[in-house]
């Protein structure tokens, strides 16, 4: 994850009518594994998957023309 679609992340569950702390408990994540991930910190794939899931995103990767 780079800095933008933390940021966005985070964006996003401010958003919500829950807290944080509520929020990773929603999806059966410690608090701080989820403030972790948000911070760039920790191996964290799987809280992603999560935690993008949750909130209605789905990552996906494509390929700039001309690149690779």
């Not at 702390?21 to 809280?47: C, I, S, W, Y």
């Not at 909130?55 to 690779?68: A, F, N, P, S, V």
Request: charged fraction near 30%; aromatic fraction near 4%.
């Amino acid at each position: 994850m780079n800095d933008e679609i933390r940021r966005r992340v985070r964006d996003a569950i401010e958003g919500l009518p829950v807290s944080q702390a509520e929020f990773a408990r929603q999806l059966e994540l410690n608090p701080r594994v989820l403030n972790r991930a948000l911070l760039h910190q920790g191996k964290t794939p799987d809280v992603w998957e999560k935690v993008l899931a949750a909130l209605g995103y789905r990552l996906t990767i494509e390929k700039i023309d001309g690149e690779g």
